[in-house]
């Protein structure tokens, strides 16, 4: 028996096989050898299945001190999505959890075929908002107009008095005024983890005008004479530096 693609016979199929382009239809004749007995089988190609295009996927940079981010993709109809290779899982909605710090893949396979393509993704580390400074401010002294206020920076985070950080303190120390309030903000290089902490500076005690004493002149034969001033009741008085004795 011959085979042939053409009614004619002008071409022969060998070896029992032959190509045929997806999406048409054609026959295939049988003739026996040296005869005009021919019988024909028709066939028809279905479409090819197509593999979906790649899911985009758009993976945000993580929030401060974040543990994952929300990926999203344009979802396609007729295309399902999945995080695992054997599609066991599926992705609704076009959008899905991923933990910081981490990766992994989105598959997309053409529903009710094996088409698969993928696209792989990588979720950077959560930003950390540093501590917040812990500031030492002292009480100021006698008629100051200033006190320095202290805290120990720490390597990696800038700090600032202003919350846009247009000015930085050094060295974790600055000067404040007497009777003032503000705040000392931190901030980690390179992102926007901001946290703060506020300061009071009370006011500067004054020191007292010097007593006026009055020293009387001893009468004959004195021992003692009574020296007198004219107290100030916000203020006290003493014979000793320690103000042991008022």
């Known amino acids: 028996v011959e085979f042939s693609l053409?009614?004619?016979f002008t071409t022969l199929l060998e070896g029992g096989s032959f190509e045929a382009d997806v999406n048409s239809?054609?026959?295939v004749y049988a003739r026996t050898i040296g005869t005009t007995c021919v019988i024909s089988s028709g066939y028809e190609v279905a479409p090819a299945p197509v593999t979906p295009a790649a899911p985009v996927l758009d993976v945000p940079a993580p929030a401060c001190d974040a543990t994952t981010v929300t990926i999203t993709f344009t979802a396609l109809d007729g295309v399902e999505y999945s995080l695992n290779s054997d599609f066991s899982t599926t992705?609704?909605?076009g959008s899905f959890t991923a933990n910081v710090n981490s990766s992994g893949t989105v598959y997309a396979r053409t529903t009710g075929t094996t088409c698969v393509i993928s696209s792989g993704y990588e979720v950077a580390p959560a930003p950390v908002t540093p501590a917040a400074p812990v500031l030492d401010v002292p009480a100021p002294a006698c008629d100051a107009a200033s006190v320095t206020i202290t805290f120990t920076a720490v390597d990696g985070v800038e700090y600032s008095l202003n919350s846009d950080f247009s000015t930085s303190i050094t060295d974790g120390s600055f000067t404040a005024d007497v009777n003032s309030?503000?705040?000392v903000y931190a901030r980690t290089i390179g992102t926007t983890c901001v946290i703060s902490?506020?300061?009071e500076v009370a006011p500067a005690p004054g020191s007292p005008e010097a007593p006026v004493l009055t020293v009387p002149a001893p009468l004959c034969d004195a021992t003692t004479v009574t020296i007198t001033f004219t107290p100030d009741?916000?203020?006290e008085y003493s014979l000793n530096s320690d103000f042991s004795t008022t």
């Open 25 to 27: 239809n054609g026959t």
């Open 181 to 183: 309030s503000g705040t």
């Open 197 to 199: 902490s506020e300061y």
């Open 233 to 235: 009741q916000e203020v």
């Open 91 to 93: 992705i609704t909605d």
């Open 6 to 8: 053409t009614e004619d």
